[in-house]
């Protein structure tokens, strides 16, 4: 695994960097050598913030933990990758029930009108996969919904958690 750090407002030391690496080791048993990671140390007032995401293969890993102290916040993000990776080995395995959508129904109320402004643009380079894995890869970077591009038939989709636990699916024509 190919690993890169950055620093936010701290300066990346040697023992710090050190550290990382060995605890990173941990992580060898379940990804190649085509894996990319990335590890952003950052402080803000008291709180130590460690960001680590790894990318491997279509799959995209990512934690972000703040503690009081630099080393216990790597610690925490390898431990939570570790029980990522554990909690959603299976989960691709499981289909997702069928009949998710029924009784989606859609209100046509008419919302207040006022003004909105864009804070953030992103932009984003949708990959053919199926909903199975854009589900899998929506909970690995913790979001709340998932575009991407249905590999049977080509179009755009969006997959998003409700409020009841369960997923929906969003197909573009």
């Not at 379940?30 to 990671?37: G, K, Q, R, V, Y």
């Not at 691709?92 to 909105?116: H, M, Q």
């Amino acid at each position: 695994m190919k690993i890169s750090m950055a620093c936010r407002k701290i300066e990346l030391t040697q023992g710090m960097k050190d550290y990382a690496e060995k605890k990173m080791q941990k992580l060898d048993k379940f990804f190649d050598d085509s894996a990319d990671a990335k590890l952003v140390f950052s402080v803000e007032k008291d709180r130590q913030k460690a960001e680590l995401t790894i990318f491997y293969h279509n799959t995209i890993f990512r934690v972000e933990t703040v503690t009081e102290d630099i080393y216990a916040s790597v610690d925490k993000a390898i431990s939570d990758v570790e029980r990522q990776i554990r909690k959603n080995k299976t989960r691709l395995e499981k289909r997702l029930r069928s009949g998710a959508l029924d009784g989606y129904n859609i209100s046509a109320e008419p919302a207040e009108e006022k003004e909105f402004s864009v804070v953030k643009k992103k932009v984003f380079s949708a990959k053919p996969m199926s909903t199975e894995e854009a589900i899998l890869q929506m909970n690995l970077l913790q979001h709340e919904f998932f575009v991407y591009i249905n590999a049977e038939n080509e179009h755009p989709c969006i997959v998003y958690k409700r409020k009841d636990g369960n997923y929906g699916l969003i197909e573009l024509e």
